[in-house]
Antibody, heavy 122, light 111 residues
Framework: QVHLQQSGPGLVKPSQTLSLTCAIS??????????WNWIRQSPSRGLEWLGR?????????GYAVSVKSRININPDTSKNQFSLQLSSVTPEDTAVYYC????????????WGQGTMVTVSS | QSVLTQPPSVSGAPGQRVTISCTGS?????????VHWYQQLPGTAPKLLIY???NRPSGVPDRFSGSKSGASASLAITGLQSEDEADYYC???????????FGGGTKLTVL
């Protein structure tokens, strides 16, 4: 059974960097049949895909145009987890952040983390 | 403004059938990219409900079904039950944005 466990601060100051981690159990961040994503949800923007990392003989990343200049998603194979870093945050980045798996069997987001409410405020 | 358009709300009585529409464009659903549906109960993460237009993950009742026509897709729920009361989201891939996109969500109320 695959499980994603999120961790990270719930409060970030404007202009600083938001950092979250997603620990994977029951699968591997280096899997050749899965991709690991970050999605956020807010009342104003709804559900918004932010980006992904995946391994297919080498590591690949893909990012949403809306955050491409500010985002990094990195795998950590030693801890079987992946992380999100979003820089220069503003109050518009306040949202619930989810890590998710996208498996080749579905090509959909089949496993979700529990969600982390992140507030950007001074 | 979401890339995929859903009605904000639908409702139905227990036992009835309801449908939720999801309208896209030629760069997403109309381009034959997959459509998936998610159910979100209050205070929880979304859960995959339908994938590849009309396939159900293990454990999802066959009361839930999906369909597609042109640049639109629909989710149908038959034999409505009180536990179906939730928010429902459609999702696809958009080639002009080079990323995955969601509908704005539809709140289902079971009367």
């Amino acid at each position: 059974q695959v499980h994603l466990q999120q961790s990270g601060p719930g409060l970030v100051k404007p202009s600083q960097t938001l950092s979250l981690t997603c620990a994977i159990s029951g699968d591997s961040v280096s899997s050749n049949t899965a991709a690991w994503n970050w999605i956020r949800q807010s009342p104003s923007r709804g559900l918004e895909w932010l980006g992904r990392t995946y391994y297919r003989s080498k590591w690949y990343n893909g990012y949403a145009v809306s955050v491409k200049s500010r985002i990094n998603i990195n795998p950590d194979t030693s801890k079987n987890q992946f992380s999100l870093q979003l820089s220069s945050v503003t109050p518009e980045d306040t949202a619930v952040y989810y890590c998710t798996r996208d498996h080749d069997d579905f090509n959909a987001f089949d496993i979700w983390g529990q969600g982390t409410m992140v507030t950007v405020s001074s | 403004q979401s890339v995929l358009t859903q009605p904000p709300s639908v409702s139905g009585a227990p036992g009835q059938r309801v449908t939720i529409s999801c309208t896209g464009s030629s760069s997403n659903i109309g381009a034959r990219f997959d459509v998936h549906w998610y159910q979100q109960l209050p205070g929880t993460a979304p859960k995959l409900l339908i994938y590849h237009y009309n396939n159900r993950p293990s454990g999802v009742p066959d009361r839930f079904s999906g369909s597609k026509s042109g640049a639109s897709a629909s989710l149908a729920i038959t034999g409505l039950q009180s536990e179906d009361e939730a928010d429902y989201y459609c999702q696809s891939y958009d080639s002009s944005l080079s990323g995955w996109v969601f509908g704005g969500g539809t709140k289902l109320t079971v009367l």
